[in-house]
């Protein structure tokens, strides 16, 4: 069998290709403190994450959610355990490696968007294609800005643009260099209901039109079973880990 030759391959094909293990976490740990002030934000986190896959994990606050979001876009470091994306061990990787790695297998997407407030909608979307010092793929571009439905506001500062139209920026940003993998912190913890509704139904459509892995940190349930697969995590430990919706057919 294929998988004996290939094991990142997870499940056997649909439509002539192959669902892949895009993102693989063993026995995370993350501790804070020592002796009487020890914290353990993450203790033995383990599972995996197919190509394609839009994941919700939840949470209460303090939970060790966002710890493990940080980690897996090697914005912090665990105190052990490792982190595959694509087969290769993250940590395994020297500083300058996890520099490149960040700027282009990951997209984050914030609550607060963060966007740069002198730079319009196109050159917050193309910032971090820019600063990698490549060539901005203008097909790519105009996919994002149709996507994003930001046509007519391409030259728009941030101060110009609403909370919803904001968040699209910022998820364009996260889009433009096509990463391994999305990651949203709590995506629409910021808006209203209706451009909550609207930001996920980007999201997915996101998910869907480009085969965007996507995980995504929330506190609210009813986001999360937008979701195709929901894990919990109490005390930095997984409690549930469920698929969501009826499982694809291969």
Same mark, same amino acid.
């Given at each position: 069998m294929i998988e004996a030759f290939c094991p990142q391959y997870s499940k056997v094909l649909r439509n002539g290709g192959f669902y892949m293990e895009i993102l693989r976490v063993e026995n995370l740990k993350k501790v804070y403190g020592s002796g009487e002030n020890e914290v353990r934000a993450l203790d033995g986190v383990s599972f995996s994450v197919e190509q394609g896959e839009f994941l919700a994990i939840i949470g209460p $606050?303090?939970?060790? =959610?966002?710890?493990?979001?940080?980690?897996?876009?090697?914005?912090?470091? &665990?105190?052990?355990? =490792?982190?595959?994306?694509?087969? =290769?061990?993250? +940590? *395994? !990787?020297?500083?300058?490696? /996890?520099?490149?790695?960040?700027?282009? !297998?990951?997209? @984050?997407?914030?609550q607060f968007y963060n966007l740069i407030p002198v730079l319009d909608v196109q050159e917050n979307i193309t910032l971090p294609v820019l600063m990698d010092g490549r060539k901005v793929n203008n097909k790519r571009l105009r996919e994002m800005i149709h996507l994003l439905r930001l046509e007519g506001r391409e030259n728009h500062l941030p101060n110009q643009l609403s909370g919803g139209q904001q968040q699209r920026v910022s998820i364009g940003r996260a889009l433009m260099n *096509? &990463?391994?993998?999305? /990651?949203?912190?709590? &995506?629409?913890?910021? %808006?209203?209901?209706?451009?909550?509704?609207?930001?996920? *139904?980007? @999201? =997915?459509? $996101?998910?869907?039109? +480009?085969?965007?892995? %996507?995980?995504m940190i929330t506190h609210d349930e009813n986001i999360a079973l937008q979701a195709d697969r929901i894990i919990a995590i109490e005390d930095g430990k997984i409690t549930r880990d469920e698929v969501n919706k009826v499982e694809k057919s291969f």
């Open positions: $606050s303090g939970s060790g =959610k966002s710890t493990l979001l940080h980690i897996l876009g090697a914005v912090d470091i &665990p105190t052990s355990g =490792k982190v595959f994306m694509d087969s =290769k061990e993250v +940590f *395994a !990787q020297n500083e300058e490696e /996890l520099a490149i790695f960040r700027r282009r !297998q990951v997209g @984050l997407i914030y *096509a &990463p391994a993998i999305v /990651l949203a912190d709590e &995506p629409t913890g910021n %808006l209203d209901s209706k451009n909550s509704q609207e930001i996920m *139904a980007l @999201l =997915k459509e $996101s998910n869907k039109k +480009f085969n965007q892995t %996507l995980i």
